[in-house]
């Protein structure tokens, strides 16, 4: 069983930069795959990062490519979500996700986790 609890959401203007932090707990936590979605207001849940613990693979959607970096602290079991050049289209709630099903490749599918965090909301006004 793996926990995740995000923090670090909020309301910024267009531009501004906001980190997000996803706290796993569980056993073997460094065999997963940490995923970022996001869900929009009347919008489909999408993919926006994912990374595997050891960081061999890393995937972004194409939409936040150059401005959104994933990482993690091995100590602190966090694994973050860097957000720069915010712009209104990124306003969306953002859920940290898990899974160890693909082991070293980060599945970019929402039906490939199965761990979910409760969601962080990120407003950015224009």
């Known amino acids: 069983q793996v926990q995740l609890v995000e923090s670090g959401g909020g309301l910024v203007q267009a531009g501004d930069s906001l980190r997000l932090s996803c706290a796993a707990s569980?056993?073997?936590?460094?065999?997963?795959?940490i995923g970022w979605f996001r869900q929009a207001p009347g919008k489909e849940r999408e993919f926006v990062a994912a990374r595997t613990w050891s960081g061999d693979s890393i995937n972004y959607a194409d939409s936040v490519k150059g401005r959104f970096t994933i990482s993690r602290d091995n100590a602190k079991n966090t694994v973050y979500l860097q957000m720069n050049s915010l712009t209104p289209s990124d306003t969306a709630v953002y859920y940290c996700?898990?899974?160890?099903?693909?082991?070293?490749?980060?599945?970019?599918?929402?039906?490939?986790?199965?761990?979910w965090g409760q969601g962080t909301q990120v407003t950015v006004s224009s």
């Open positions: 569980g056993r073997l936590i460094s065999s997963y795959t």
């Open positions: 996700t898990a899974t160890n099903k693909w082991g070293t490749i980060a599945t970019m599918s929402q039906y490939d986790y199965p761990y």
